[in-house]
């Protein structure tokens, strides 16, 4: 039988790197993401998906100017959900990742650090999930997998 269990649904967010293996050893090694999938192909990363132990997942993939979907490296910030930025925070730390702000709370509820990854993107880690959703059934959107091909 067929294998028809899918990640969530949402934004996956997608980062080309000079060094995609570096970046993927960075993203699971230091800061926690695990390897999903991983396609290579001529000695380039064509397709990685990373998973977030706490829901989500970010893509990473080589640097080459000649993609229709070629960017430069470096400029993205990614805002990931944890119940625990004080341990992710010391963890990363002392791993010597480059902390672009130490641990704070803010007016808005959330407990949040934020680092610089290898590539130069930014990551903030925090407790914020967004602002609540509307209480009515009605204004919820759809995010059930049924059917998902």
Known sequence: MENRHYPPAGVWPGL???DARGLIRFLTGT?????HALYEEGGAVV???LLWPEG???LVSSYSEASLW???PGGAQLNVYTRDPDALYHSVSAAGAQIIQELTDTDYGARLFGLRDPDGNLWGFSTYRGHP???S???FQDVSFEGHA
Do not use: I
């Open 137 to 139: 059934a009605e204004e």
């Open 16 to 18: 080309q790197s000079r």
């Open 47 to 49: 397709h990685s998906e």
């Open 133 to 135: 959703l509307p209480a």
């Open 56 to 58: 989500g997942l970010v």
């Open 70 to 72: 070629a960017r430069e």
């Open 31 to 35: 800061v926690g993401f695990s390897t």
